[in-house]
Protein backbone atom coordinates (compact mmCIF):
# COMPACT_ATOMS: atom_id res chain seq x y z
CA UNK A 1 0.00 0.00 0.00
CA UNK A 2 1.63 3.41 -1.10
CA UNK A 3 0.77 6.71 0.26
CA UNK A 4 1.12 10.55 -0.93
CA UNK A 5 4.58 11.65 -1.09
CA UNK A 6 3.21 14.62 0.69
CA UNK A 7 2.45 12.78 3.58
CA UNK A 8 5.67 10.81 3.72
CA UNK A 9 7.41 14.13 3.68
CA UNK A 10 5.26 15.81 6.24
CA UNK A 11 4.08 12.90 8.76
CA UNK A 12 5.64 11.69 12.41
CA UNK A 13 7.16 8.56 11.09
CA UNK A 14 6.05 7.20 14.66
CA UNK A 15 2.91 7.80 13.68
CA UNK A 16 3.37 5.05 10.66
CA UNK A 17 3.40 2.18 13.36
CA UNK A 18 1.44 -1.08 12.53
CA UNK A 19 -0.99 -2.17 14.56
CA UNK A 20 -0.68 -5.60 16.06
CA UNK A 21 -1.68 -8.59 14.86
CA UNK A 22 -4.17 -8.57 17.95
CA UNK A 23 -4.87 -4.57 17.74
CA UNK A 24 -6.08 -6.25 14.16
CA UNK A 25 -7.97 -9.23 14.92
CA UNK A 26 -9.87 -6.75 17.80
CA UNK A 27 -10.56 -4.09 15.53
CA UNK A 28 -12.19 -6.21 12.58
CA UNK A 29 -14.34 -8.25 14.97
CA UNK A 30 -15.29 -5.28 16.85
CA UNK A 31 -16.19 -3.38 13.75
CA UNK A 32 -18.02 -6.83 12.50
CA UNK A 33 -19.63 -7.94 16.39
CA UNK A 34 -22.82 -9.08 15.08
CA UNK A 35 -21.39 -12.13 12.89
CA UNK A 36 -19.08 -14.65 13.80
CA UNK A 37 -15.84 -15.98 11.54
CA UNK A 38 -14.07 -18.38 10.45
CA UNK A 39 -9.86 -18.21 11.07
CA UNK A 40 -9.15 -18.13 7.54
CA UNK A 41 -11.70 -15.58 7.17
CA UNK A 42 -10.62 -12.98 9.76
CA UNK A 43 -6.91 -14.20 8.15
CA UNK A 44 -7.78 -12.66 4.74
CA UNK A 45 -10.02 -9.40 5.98
CA UNK A 46 -7.28 -8.51 7.74
CA UNK A 47 -3.85 -9.44 5.61
CA UNK A 48 -2.77 -11.77 9.12
CA UNK A 49 -1.12 -14.34 7.56
CA UNK A 50 -3.13 -17.80 7.60
CA UNK A 51 0.16 -19.61 10.02
CA UNK A 52 -0.56 -16.53 12.14
CA UNK A 53 -3.97 -16.41 13.17
CA UNK A 54 -4.69 -19.80 14.75
CA UNK A 55 -1.84 -18.01 17.93
CA UNK A 56 -3.33 -14.87 17.40
CA UNK A 57 -6.83 -15.99 18.18
CA UNK A 58 -6.04 -18.56 21.19
CA UNK A 59 -4.05 -15.75 23.24
CA UNK A 60 -6.85 -13.47 22.31
CA UNK A 61 -9.51 -16.42 23.74
CA UNK A 62 -6.99 -16.78 27.00
CA UNK A 63 -7.64 -13.19 27.73
CA UNK A 64 -11.52 -13.62 27.12
CA UNK A 65 -11.45 -10.73 24.55
CA UNK A 66 -12.70 -12.80 21.86
CA UNK A 67 -15.13 -16.16 21.59
CA UNK A 68 -14.94 -19.47 19.82
CA UNK A 69 -17.29 -22.06 18.93
CA UNK A 70 -16.50 -24.82 16.41
CA UNK A 71 -14.39 -23.66 13.79
CA UNK A 72 -15.80 -19.65 14.39
CA UNK A 73 -14.48 -16.82 16.59
CA UNK A 74 -16.04 -13.51 17.42
CA UNK A 75 -15.72 -10.58 19.59
CA UNK A 76 -16.28 -11.09 23.42
CA UNK A 77 -19.69 -9.46 24.30
CA UNK A 78 -17.87 -8.48 27.66
CA UNK A 79 -17.42 -4.77 26.48
CA UNK A 80 -16.07 -3.73 29.69
CA UNK A 81 -13.63 -6.38 29.40
CA UNK A 82 -13.03 -5.41 26.02
CA UNK A 83 -12.51 -1.42 27.09
CA UNK A 84 -10.17 -2.10 30.11
CA UNK A 85 -7.77 -4.09 27.12
CA UNK A 86 -7.53 -1.76 24.94
CA UNK A 87 -7.18 1.27 27.75
CA UNK A 88 -4.43 -0.65 28.90
CA UNK A 89 -2.91 -1.01 26.46
CA UNK A 90 -2.98 2.37 25.31
CA UNK A 91 -1.68 3.39 28.63
CA UNK A 92 1.43 0.95 28.73
CA UNK A 93 2.22 2.25 24.94
CA UNK A 94 2.14 6.01 26.62
CA UNK A 95 4.45 4.98 29.54
CA UNK A 96 7.01 3.08 26.99
CA UNK A 97 6.95 6.13 25.17
CA UNK A 98 7.38 8.48 28.03
CA UNK A 99 9.89 6.03 30.03
CA UNK A 100 11.16 3.54 27.96
CA UNK A 101 9.96 -0.20 27.60
CA UNK A 102 10.33 -2.63 30.05
CA UNK A 103 12.93 -5.13 30.20
CA UNK A 104 10.97 -8.73 31.15
CA UNK A 105 13.96 -10.35 31.67
CA UNK A 106 15.07 -7.25 34.56
CA UNK A 107 11.99 -8.04 36.36
CA UNK A 108 12.51 -11.50 36.62
CA UNK A 109 16.13 -11.66 37.92
CA UNK A 110 14.62 -8.79 40.24
CA UNK A 111 11.65 -11.07 41.26
CA UNK A 112 14.06 -13.79 41.84
CA UNK A 113 16.84 -11.73 43.94
CA UNK A 114 13.46 -10.49 46.04
CA UNK A 115 12.48 -14.46 46.68
CA UNK A 116 16.15 -15.03 47.60
CA UNK A 117 16.42 -12.09 49.93
CA UNK A 118 12.88 -12.67 51.69
CA UNK A 119 14.26 -16.53 51.77
CA UNK A 120 17.22 -15.54 53.97
CA UNK A 121 15.70 -12.79 56.10
CA UNK A 122 12.97 -15.58 57.34
CA UNK A 123 15.37 -17.93 57.82
CA UNK A 124 18.04 -15.49 59.83
CA UNK A 125 14.66 -14.48 62.03
Do not use: C
Request: net charge negative; glycine share 6%; no cysteine.
Amino acid sequence: MSIDIERFEEDDPDAWEEPTNAERVLAFLADHDDRAWKAGEIADRTGISQGSIGPVLVRLREQDLVRHRGSYWAITDDRERLHDATELHRITASLDERFGSEDRSEWIAHAAESTDEGTAERDEG
